[in-house]
């Protein structure tokens, strides 16, 4: 029994994302646990005071990151990690570091530089440029040739005429 060669590519930087943004939304729980439980037994909707903000800043990056990395991770499962998504988390990654050099940042900078690795990577290796195992290839056709010639002659004998 063989197996098939699987075409689907190995993500990296989107689950790298994945744990760090995770990371990051747990250890913001841990810290405001006191006060989001307050917030949650007071009722959450109009929660926000100035001891929340922090907790709330975790909670929202933190998910916000979850779902970046779930894209990243598709987008790298596709093979095509476009540039602008690399650069753009080296950007924030670089501002997060010089801002705060001893955080997370720190994390999602590694993340970033994986992330612009997988660009590089995947940008040599095109997917178009690989040829599917066990399909056809996909070959053009003339209009003409199919629906074109069912039209002209629906309308050349009055079929299909309402």
């Known amino acids: 029994m063989t197996r098939q060669r699987s075409n689907r590519r190995t993500a990296i930087a ?12 747990v250890m913001g729980v841990l810290a405001a646990s006191p006060v989001l439980g307050e917030a949650l037994a ?5 929660a926000m005071t100035s001891g929340l903000e922090v907790a709330l800043w975790f909670l929202m990056t933190g998910f916000l990151g979850l779902a970046t990395g ?3 991770t598709a ?15 080296l950007v924030i990654a670089l501002i997060g570091v010089a801002a705060a ?3 997370g940042f720190l994390l999602v900078l590694v993340a ?5 690795v997988q660009s590089v990577r995947l940008r040599r290796r095109r997917p178009s440029d690989e040829p599917e195992t066990g399909e056809p290839p996909v070959e053009a056709v003339n209009p003409s ?4 010639a069912v039209l002209g002659h629906a ?3 009055g079929e299909g005429r309402v």
């Open 14 to 25: 989107g689950p790298a994302i994945i744990i760090v943004f995770a990371l990051h939304t």
């Open 155 to 157: 309308s050349r004998t």
């Open 112 to 116: 970033a530089v994986i992330a612009v």
């Open 70 to 72: 779930l894209a990243m």
């Open 42 to 46: 007071d009722g959450w909707y109009g």
């Open 145 to 148: 040739e199919s629906e074109g």
């Open 101 to 103: 050099p001893v955080s």
């Open 75 to 89: 987008l790298e499962r596709t093979g095509r990690m476009p540039w602008s998504v690399s650069i753009a988390l």
